[in-house]
């Protein structure tokens, strides 16, 4: 069973930061577009970013330009999503999802859609 895994969530103060990453068990993250998305309580989930296969960024949430930055390295088969200058509105799950050779920011058409991790902001 393929799987895909985002990690690195927690519990963190207003203003501080934390790393996510995403790893895949059973395919090679370099042919696919890496989406993260967040669901926050009561929320809709909604995407924040994306990163090609070339390593070019795509943002989806203006909220976290500026803030977010997104980095894959093929080599250790990982996707990263850098979190700074945190808020408590960016309270939610996070998750990662793969797309072959491109991006969206639809759930929905993500081919591989992994569990996701807690990222808790306090104020």
């Known amino acids: 069973e393929v799987q895909l895994q985002a990690s690195g969530g927690g519990l963190v103060q207003a203003g501080g930061s934390l790393t996510l990453s995403c790893a895949a068990s059973d395919f090679a993250l370099g042919g696919y577009g890496i989406a993260w998305f967040r669901q926050a309580p009561g929320k809709e989930r909604e995407a924040i970013m994306c990163?090609?296969?070339?390593?070019?960024?795509?943002y989806y949430a203006d909220s976290v330009k500026g803030r977010f930055t997104i980095s894959r390295d093929n080599d250790k088969n990982t996707v990263t999503l850098q979190m700074n200058s945190l808020k408590p509105e960016d309270t939610a799950v996070y998750y990662c999802?793969?797309?072959?050779?491109?991006?969206?920011?639809?759930?929905?058409?993500?081919?591989?859609r992994g569990k996701g991790t807690l990222v808790t902001v306090s104020s």
């Open positions: 999802a793969a797309r072959r050779y491109t991006c969206s920011s639809y759930y929905s058409a993500m081919r591989y």
């Open positions: 990163i090609h296969t070339t390593g070019g960024p795509l």
